[in-house]
C-alpha cells in the first residue's frame, strides 16, 4: 500500500521475496510512476535488521533515522520465548504501526 501525503508517497507494506529482483523492479517502476506525479520523496519503516532494508538500500534507497521515536515493544506470556529471538525473528512494517 502506497499513501501520498503532498510531495511524499509512504510504502507502508511491503511483502517480497527475498532476492533483490524483485526489490528492483518495485523500486524502478516505483519511481517512475510517483517522479511522474510529482512525488519528490518515498520513504518507508523498516528495522534495520530487516532483509528488505538491505535489499532496498542496494536498490538505491537511503536509510534515515526514524522521525518519530517510535520504540517497538513485545510481550510474551510464554516464559520459553526469549526476547533476544524475537528481537532477530520478528520484524515490523509501517502499517504494523498504525500511525497512517
Do not use: C, Q
Amino acid at each position: 500500500m502506497v499513501g501520498i501525503e503532498d510531495s511524499t508517497a509512504r510504502v507502508v507494506d511491503l511483502l517480497m521475496p527475498p532476492d533483490g529482483r524483485a526489490v528492483n523492479i518495485l523500486s524502478g517502476r516505483l519511481a517512475a510512476d510517483l517522479s511522474r506525479r510529482g512525488i519528490e520523496r518515498v520513504e518507508t519503516w523498516l528495522p534495520g535488521g530487516h532483509f528488505l532494508a538491505a535489499l532496498l538500500e542496494r536498490a538505491g534507497w537511503n536509510r534515515e533515522d526514524e522521525p518519530l521515536g517510535i520504540v517497538p515493544t513485545a510481550r510474551s506470556f510464554d516464559d520459553a520465548l526469549e526476547m533476544a529471538w524475537v528481537s532477530k525473528n520478528f520484524f515490523y512494517t509501517m502499517a504494523d504501526s498504525d500511525l497512517m
